[in-house]
């Protein structure tokens, strides 16, 4: 069975940096074609694809935000990490993290809810 | 970045309806388009996944078609538990995109 969990701060100060940690089981990162991708939810509106980490350690950025996004790995670990820096209030979100292997998301981590405010 | 459009944004419909939800692709992507349903407050459930291709364990009341730059989602007999919002997502390329969802709300 996979699971996704994401993990991190609830709230964070405008200016600040967000680090996202998404654990995970069920299956590995060092797997051929498997990948972590990270999605946010602004409160009452649409999903928003942020970012993707492949096996193989290729990373795929959302062009808007691709100067404040950085996706890792440690394997070792199962986790994936996304960083985002310079937060605003405008990122107030709930942040998943979802596993995508053959050009499928198949499974969503429940989500975890970032605020931005002073 | 391929723009997905979803149409309607919101419908409402019966218990028993036939409804179906379009997304449009401003550019081509073949078969790769997925659709979800999410319920408040959880996270999105995969229902479709090759813009036809029934996700194991999801009703056969839903199904999926298209390609290229329209697809379709049709529920053929809505139940209860089938009142939330539908999104689509395009993999073709990155970014993988999602439409803007449509709220499915009981009449």
């Not at chain 1, 999605?39 to 009452?44: D, F, T």
């Not at chain 2, 449009?24 to 999105?44: C, D, H, N, V």
Request: charged content about 15%; overall charge positive; some cysteine.
């Amino acid at each position: 069975q996979i699971t996704l969990k994401e993990s991190g701060p609830t709230l964070v100060k405008p200016t600040q940096t967000l680090t996202l940690t998404c654990t995970f089981s069920g299956f590995s990162l060092s797997t051929s074609g498997v990948g972590v991708g990270w999605i946010r939810q602004p409160p009452g509106k649409a999903l928003e694809w942020l970012a993707l980490i492949y096996w193989d350690d290729a990373k795929h950025y959302s062009p808007s935000l691709k100067s404040r996004l950085t996706i890792s790995k440690d394997t070792s670990k199962n986790q994936v990490v996304l960083t985002m820096t310079n937060m605003d209030p405008v990122d107030t979100a709930t942040y998943y993290c979802a596993h995508t292997h053959s050009g499928t998301y198949w499974g969503w981590g429940q989500g975890t809810l970032v605020t931005v405010s002073s | 970045d391929i723009q997905l459009t979803q149409s309607p944004s919101f419908l409402s419909a019966s218990v028993g309806d036939r409804v179906t939800i379009t997304c449009r692709a401003s550019q081509g992507i073949s078969s790769y388009l997925a659709w979800y349903q999410q319920k408040p407050g959880k996270a999105p459930k995969l229902l479709i996944y090759a813009a036809s291709t029934l996700q194991s364990g999801v009703p056969s009341r839903f199904s999926g078609s298209g390609s290229g730059t329209e697809f379709t989602l049709t529920i053929s007999s809505l139940q209860p538990e089938d009142f939330a919002t539908y999104y689509c997502q395009q993999l073709n390329s990155y970014p993988h995109s999602f439409g803007q969802g449509t709220k499915l709300e009981i009449k």
